[in-house]
């Protein structure tokens, strides 16, 4: 067979022979992290959405200003700019 790649490391035969064997034997679930459902919270309580329009000059200072402060994500930049702008920050 041809060469395998995982994570760009080469894997054999042998091992995915072994996974697929693991896998058939079955696996026991409730050993098993369990999945985290929905966003992760942004503050005290539920988020709720709140759509907003920005022109593309606004849209690009914003973006630029939350890569430049490491902040994640517009979302990240924009709760930060409000709990400023209201004082609770």
Do not use: C, K
């Not at 929905?38 to 539920?46: K, M, N, S």
């Amino acid at each position: 067979m041809g060469e395998h790649l995982l994570r760009g490391r080469t894997v054999s035969d042998e091992q995915i022979q072994a996974w697929a064997d693991e896998a058939e034997a079955g696996y026991d679930l409730s050993r098993l992290p369990r999945p985290r459902r929905g966003r992760p919270p942004v503050g005290q309580g539920p988020g709720t959405v709140v759509p907003v329009r920005l022109d593309e000059a606004t849209l690009a200072a914003l973006t630029a200003r939350a890569e430049a402060e490491g902040l994640a994500t517009r979302s990240d930049a924009v709760r930060a700019a409000v709990r400023q702008w209201v004082g609770s920050a």
